[in-house]
């Protein structure tokens, strides 16, 4: 089944522990975005990537990592996370832009910092 | 940066009426608009999207216009049923030079009640 996995799913964690959440999909896609969403503000990209070892920044990448060391995965890290960042996190990967294909979403990762 | 304008914030219709969703972008740069649906506690999903070179697009019960020159877009869902209610979200996307940024609004809570 074609599909954008994301775990853990739930995380409360405390301020300056770093974390990773993992994203992985399984369509070959090229392009693969991190969201946040928090009420009132929508969807805001984080940052993303056109393909392997090329990342860029999305609208908020302040506090935030990304790697893309192969294809089909796409980790968010937060170095040192603060309560700010307590949003609803969501993957998502398309072949490429969204000129081309579809975005497909992940399940989402409700992140809370303490 | 592309900033997108989305009203109304909340939307009530009765069964069977018509809704309207309206979406303005900054950036003439933007050339791909699509509308995500997102169900309590689901992912956003794609219902349509349109290209800066078509006007409108119809699916169904659903309809997007684009007006380039005043940098607004829209979507009609004609024949509302209850299981339209959800929070609704365009976006507007700048892509080019092996960049893609989507932007999205702050999104419509539609509510059709039976």
């Known amino acids: 089944e074609a599909q954008v996995t994301q775990n853990p799913r739930y995380l409360i964690t405390v301020t300056g522990k770093k974390l990773t959440v993992t994203c992985s999909q399984n369509?070959?896609?090229?392009?693969m975005s991190w969201y946040r969403q928090d009420p009132g503000l929508g969807l805001r990209q984080i940052y993303y990537s056109m393909n392997v070892e090329v990342t860029d920044k999305g609208d908020v990448p302040e506090g935030y990592k990304v790697s893309r060391k192969e294809k089909r995965n796409f980790p968010l890290i937060l170095e040192s996370p603060s309560p700010n960042q307590t949003s609803l996190y969501f993957c998502?990967?398309?072949?490429?832009?969204?000129?081309?294909?579809?975005?497909?979403f992940g399940p989402g990762t409700r992140l809370t910092v303490l | 940066g592309e900033n997108v304008e989305q009203h109304p914030s909340t939307l009530s219709v009765q069964e069977g009426d018509s809704a309207v969703i309206k979406c303005t972008y900054s950036d003439s740069a933007s050339n791909y608009f699509p509308w995500y649906k997102q169900e309590l506690g689901k992912r956003p999903q794609l219902i349509i999207d349109i290209r800066s070179n078509v006007g409108e697009k119809k699916d169904q019960r659903i309809a997007v216009t684009l007006n380039k020159t005043a940098k607004h877009f829209s979507l009609h869902i004609t024949e509302t049923q209850p299981e339209d209610s959800a929070v609704y979200f365009c976006a507007a996307e700048v892509s080019g030079a092996g960049s893609y940024q989507l932007t999205f609004g702050k999104g419509t809570k539609l509510s059709v009640i039976p």
């Open positions: 998502a990967s398309s072949f490429f832009g969204g000129m081309t294909d579809t975005q497909y």
């Open positions: 369509m070959n896609h090229e392009y």
